[in-house]
């Protein structure tokens, strides 16, 4: 496992700051990583999201697999030759894309064929061919590949899916030989405590250098969700990180961190910049709204990001509007920025001790439902 | 006329290396002008405008007039203070938008009235009106308002076009009040050199600070437009710009330099861009062409912008099969670049007076239909 090392520096009550060296650098935690799932973040240039801090980016091995394909990447050097991010990266598995993007899927032990929502040629995604993928790939972190049923499903069916994960995490593990990148394993189990905690030891009997909670953020209610996090706490190893995939919101992150998490990623970010909604420090703000049609004001007046030093909501609104690509860009920019800036403060109040009071104040501004006015 | 100057530092046979001042900064000629139709130039952020050193920005008036409507932009500061672009603007009249992109003309005496392209409402630019909006807008240099038929109109539609021109410039020059602005006029003729000369004489009689060619780029056989400015060349004076509006792809602008014209814009870089078409010193190539699937190589390997120091043919023809954005922001940064390094080269061998070999040099080069490989 050379140039890996996850030590904790600091914690406040359950929340945790910790220091993860990859081999293409260190990250600090907590840390979100945006999501580049073509091995490019939508509208955002990779000098971008190193000037605001940005560390590690998450790549979709279900995307890349299919286009340009995992062979060529690796021919141009994995993805940090291929894509020119010299920081580090994380490939997911492709269990979660196959479940909700591709077509025709047949799930038995071996893994699920399905065809591929590009072209509909046909294509196995497995245990060994995930890990096949993702070491071709190259990322520092990859995860071992799981069943991701639907968040409606019922309990037979979500137990069902939990150990097959648990024997894929196996198969996954006698699957990764690549010593210059650390595979997680995935605790699945829906909402049901009794499931995620069985899921959780039989991983740890396997045993990963870090641990991912999947299978959230899939219409569960948000209670639910931090009942699950509340309970795997203590039972997840203190000295290894713990990444909780797809979440979410700037309130879903705090309150998963207040839960022991380190690590998350998520599209809403980059996805809500491209629809014209910022996250703001009061609030959300859509800027299709009419009421900015003459506001001169920046998007967050708060904000230090090259978006809100530059242009005004006026102006952005304007371009988004007008159909114009460099809103998408300028609106992505600040909400990465926004998303890494309030990772950069939550780990600072952690550090200090005042997490809980960083959290109550952080929370109830977000709260603000002024829509930036 | 505050803060303006124009002044030729060399030449070099017919070709001139000049210095423009304006009240938003220095414009070192020749020089080529992005476009940035609605205040922005597609794909492209400011920041990497300035970075490559573009100094001067085109603006649509007809874009902005309709959306987001000129009294909105003056009361932001105008193209400046709304756009945050702090060099130097021009903006065109909206001639040549309303006889390519409005629907139901009619056109009389007056001006033109027009239904909006993007919602159908009705409008009228006329000398007036138009230099009204320009006014508002603010660019540091503003267009006479012409009337441009289309390339193949019969001769006596062009002198009627051309006379018509001559008395709206005049309406053009009376509507201009703001001292802080140049305006131009517009000498068309189509490529009959006698209206030609009949239409820059009647603008020198009425005055200019500086004088544009119109009417050229819409179709006209390129040894045609060539005549055309070889007439004009001694006709206009020494001592005021030449702009040569629309015009055209690199051999177009080297050729036209030769021939004493000193800025320049056209749509090519940019819209070539989001098609994948690059240009570099040994010609143009196609990002598509499925050669370049696994080509390591930077977009143009000569080429010290921050797309070729960043990403490979195969990783930017990757982000344009997939659909990013990115693509689009890459390609434009080169092919701009491209552009306005040019101009700097071209300029320099007139300063030192080796213009001649500069061209026939780059011209081979760019003959070169190698398609980068």
């Given at each position: 496992m050379s140039g890996f090392c996850f030590s904790l520096e600091a914690r406040d009550g359950r929340a945790r700051a910790g220091l993860l060296q990859t081999p293409h650098g260190m990250v600090e935690t907590p840390v979100f990583m945006p999501v580049g799932t073509a091995g490019a973040v939508k509208a955002v240039l990779h000098r971008d999201l190193r000037e605001m801090g940005a560390t590690i980016l998450l790549a979709n091995t279900y995307h890349l697999m299919l286009r340009p394909g995992d062979e060529l990447v690796a021919q141009l050097g994995g993805l940090h030759g291929f894509s020119g991010w010299s920081g580090p990266f994380l490939t997911d598995s492709g269990g979660y894309q196959v479940f909700?993007?591709?077509?025709?899927r047949q799930l038995d032990e071996e893994g699920v064929r399905f065809q591929s929502h590009i072209d509909g040629t046909p294509h196995l995604l497995s245990p060994q061919r995930s890990l096949e993928i993702q070491q071709r790939l190259g990322a520092d972190i990859v995860m071992a590949f799981d069943e991701c049923p639907p968040g409606d499903a019922p309990r037979e069916v979500v137990a069902e899916a939990t150990a097959r994960t648990t024997r894929w995490a196996r198969r996954s593990r006698e699957a990764h030989h690549r010593g210059d990148q650390w595979l997680f394993g995935i605790v699945q189990g829906g909402t049901h405590l009794d499931l995620r905690e069985a899921s959780a030891r039989e991983l740890l009997a396997i045993g990963f250098p870090g641990y991912a909670i999947g299978?959230?953020?899939?219409?569960?209610?948000k209670p639910a969700r931090e009942r699950v996090l509340s309970h795997l706490d203590p039972i997840l190893p203190d000295d290894r990180p713990r990444y909780l995939m797809g979440v979410g919101t700037p309130e879903d992150l705090i309150d998963a961190v207040a839960r022991g998490v380190d690590m998350f990623d998520c599209v809403l970010p980059t996805r809500n910049a491209r629809n014209g909604q910022l996250f703001t420090r009061t609030g959300r703000l859509s800027?299709?709204?009419?009421?900015?049609?003459?506001?001169?004001?920046?998007?967050?007046?708060?904000c230090p990001c090259p978006t809100c030093r530059s242009v005004s909501r006026a102006y952005l609104r304007h371009l988004h509007q007008a159909g114009e690509m460099g809103a998408a860009t300028l609106a992505s920019i600040h909400n990465l920025f926004f998303y890494v800036d309030m990772m950069r403060a939550m780990r600072q109040s952690i550090r200090l001790c005042r997490f809980e009071e960083w959290r109550r104040e952080t929370l109830r501004r977000l709260a603000d439902v002024s829509d930036g006015s």
């Open positions: 909700s993007l591709a077509a025709l299978g959230l953020s899939v219409g569960e209610p800027i299709r709204n009419a009421r900015f049609r003459d506001d001169p004001r920046p998007p967050d007046p708060e």
